[in-house]
């Protein structure tokens, strides 16, 4: 299944999970248990992140500090095609730039177009904690535009090495990331949306938007999009407040807004369980509205944890 063409042409609103791998040490037994209650909800694929490498800091006797470079998060291929394989569903692995050659992600792509797994989505990847600016692994790319054209030469059978004559061309159907309310880097709106229509231009067929707690800002954005000759289908992600230190943390890793009436709720709950149920009440308030608008697809990020999103999911769907 294509996804493009299943947001394309969807006649009601459908619904997909993002998941995380498990810290390393889990067993995939911990993305079961996210799952199976969700599949109940049969939704139409499951996106699955990718980690890639951090640096920690282990100490020495005498105080000195090894750091120590190690992904906490891995198996992203594995997982993905373990989850196909058990729920014969469709699923998306995210590809990024950072910490890749050009030709490991070559490597990983044979391996997902080989597993039947056609369907992906290209991020460029955060700066590590220890770097101010993002910076590309030498041989890799820089920005996901560069990955969007390295997907879309292979999907026309043209690989790395152009000293074969014919390599099979992939079929690669790419997904985006797209920010409503403008990603950090970006110097202003109008730049964040010129490099939003570069990577459909250059072949990416669908986006998916970053969290939002305001759909004000989801339509906003979709307006802006379809003023620039943005034509493709734009997923809303969704994700539920379920802690209190949400209302700081979310803003700084994601660089989105807290609204301000649900800040203020945030505040006056007693402690995480109330917070939990806000999460989830709001939520669902947010899907209803989106569901009526017409929205192909909506995409919540589990983040691992099943309950809340299936209480919301149950009540929407
Ligand atoms: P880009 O499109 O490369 O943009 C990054 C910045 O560079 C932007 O400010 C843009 O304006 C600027 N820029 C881009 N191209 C150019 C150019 N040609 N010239 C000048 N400036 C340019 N991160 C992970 O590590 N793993 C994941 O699995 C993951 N999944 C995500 C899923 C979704 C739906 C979203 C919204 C984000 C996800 N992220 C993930 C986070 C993502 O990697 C970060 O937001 C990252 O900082 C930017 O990624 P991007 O693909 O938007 O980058």
């Not at 109330?274 to 995409?299: D, F, M, N, Y």
């Amino acid at each position: 299944m294509n996804i493009s063409e299943l947001l394309k042409n969807c006649d009601k609103t459908e619904l997909s999970f993002e998941i995380l791998p498990p810290l390393r040490g889990n067993s995939i037994e911990t993305i079961y248990s996210t799952l199976d209650p969700l599949m109940e909800f049969k939704p139409r694929y499951i996106n699955v992140t990718y980690h890639r490498e951090e640096v920690t800091y282990k100490e020495l006797k005498g105080g000195l500090l090894k750091p120590i470079v190690q992904k906490r998060r891995s198996g992203t291929v594995g997982i993905t095609a373990a989850i196909k394989h058990k729920y014969n569903t469709e699923v998306v692995p995210h590809i990024i730039c950072g910490g890749f050659t050009k030709h490991e992600t070559e490597e990983a792509l044979i391996d997902f177009s080989f597993l039947g797994i056609n369907n992906l989505l290209i991020v460029r990847g955060d700066p590590l904690k220890t770097e101010v600016q993002f910076s590309a692994k030498s041989g890799g790319h820089r920005y996901a535009v560069d990955l969007i054209e390295q997907i879309t030469n292979m999907n026309k059978g043209v690989f790395l090495d152009d000293t074969i004559e014919q390599c099979f061309p992939t079929d690669f159907c790419m997904g985006i990331a797209g920010y409503p309310e403008k990603h950090i880097e970006s110097p202003n709106e109008n730049q964040d949306m010129d490099i939003l229509k570069q990577k459909i231009d250059a072949g990416a067929k669908y986006i998916v938007t970053q969290m939002f707690f305001d759909n004000s800002k989801y339509f906003d954005f979709v307006n802006r999009c379809r003023k620039a000759g943005i034509t493709a289908p734009i997923v809303p992600g969704l994700k539920p407040v379920s802690l209190k230190s949400h209302a700081a943390i979310l803003p700084k890793i994601f660089h989105i807004d807290i609204p301000d009436n649900l800040a203020k709720e945030i505040g006056r709950c007693k402690d995480n369980s109330e917070v939990r149920k806000l999460g989830i009440e709001w939520t669902k308030s947010q899907s209803k509205e989106l569901k009526r608008a017409g929205v192909p697809c909506i995409h919540y990020y589990t983040m691992g944890k099943a309950d809340n999103i299936y209480n919301i999911v149950k009540d929407v769907f």
